[in-house]
């Protein structure tokens, strides 16, 4: 049974590398990761070598956490909306992607309390290694995936094409406010631009 401070007397500390409550613990977790995250990158840092150090077991980060992403994503003060939003783009393979990336960009844009496109990190603009982590995710948790799906020789051209399609329409909604983008409804817009990022993806190769 802890034991409980009294007057006079306050708790001793418990047994070293413990945390005596889950506050303590998520917090352990998240000073960490993001130690080991700086150190080693995204790719380079498993939830397994995360809960080692801080003396915890892998379930206990993925309680608090959810997943790697999650766990990442707390690490650098991204909203908690984009892990979930991301893995719903890929649900249901290549048909009709195009359409999915442009709602599920709108969607979270438009109920986001931050600045759109500091929405997925407040650190990253004003610190390097923040911008290259974020960069990093971003690579390997869309572009490369995206570039995986598709399996062809100019995959890697077609997934940036589609970073170029969003965020034009993040530019131009949130940031410049170009009208009628700025003002159309998030159906108006995947319905412009959804077959423009699925062109990108699956259509013909320029010759």
């Known amino acids: 049974m802890a034991e409980r401070s009294t007057p006079g007397h306050p708790r001793r500390p418990g047994r070293p590398g413990r945390w ?15 130690e080991l995250f700086g150190r080693h990158g995204y790719g380079g840092t498993t939830v397994r070598a995360i809960a080692t150090a801080a003396g915890v077991d892998s379930a206990m980060v993925f309680y608090f956490f959810g997943t790697k992403q999650g766990l990442f994503a707390a690490v650098i003060e991204m909203s908690g909306n984009v892990p979930p939003a991301i893995e719903s783009i890929f649900t249901g ?50 572009t490369d995936r ?25 530019v131009a909604r949130y940031i410049v406010r170009i009208e009628p983008i700025a003002s159309s409804s998030a159906d108006e817009l995947v319905t412009w631009f959804g077959p423009l990022v699925q062109h990108c993806l699956t259509g013909r190769t320029p010759s």
Do not use: C, H, W, Y
């Open 20 to 34: 005596r409550s889950g506050a303590e613990s998520k917090q352990r977790i998240l000073e960490t990761a993001r």
């Open 93 to 142: 393979g290549l048909d009709r992607i195009g359409e999915r990336i442009v709602r599920t960009l709108v969607a979270n844009l438009d109920k986001s309390d931050r600045t759109p496109l500091v929405m997925l990190t407040r650190s990253a603009p004003t610190d390097e290694q923040s911008e290259a982590l974020l960069r990093e995710f971003i690579d390997r948790e869309i």
């Open 146 to 170: 995206l570039a995986a799906m598709l399996d062809t020789p100019d995959a890697a051209v077609r997934a940036g094409m589609v970073n170029v399609q969003i965020l034009g329409i993040a």
